[in-house]
């Protein structure tokens, strides 16, 4: 549904949302291999929110000279 890795030197950067049928939506955020977020929702206006944060943590990123990778 939604995944975007993004990369500077030796950092790296997932976010991910999942849907996964009659269990909700999956949320994870990985730093450097290390899950930071990992989250079961069914409400979907928390998903909403998270995407909306999601996005502008990466276009922040972006704009400090992160580059979007292919996923692993």
């Keep these: ?3 975007m ?3 500077f030197a030796d950092h790296v950067r997932e976010y991910s949302v999942s849907a996964r049928q009659g269990e909700g939506w999956e949320v994870k ?3 450097d291999r290390t899950l930071k977020k990992h ?5 979907w206006h928390r998903v909403e929110r ?3 944060m999601f996005r502008r943590e990466a276009a922040e990123l972006m704009a400090h000279g992160w580059q979007v ?3 692993r």
């Design 1 to 3: 549904m939604f995944l």
């Design 5 to 7: 890795s993004l990369r």
């Design 29 to 31: 955020l990985e730093e």
């Design 39 to 43: 989250a079961w929702y069914r409400d």
């Design 50 to 52: 998270t995407l909306v």
């Design 69 to 71: 990778q292919v996923p």
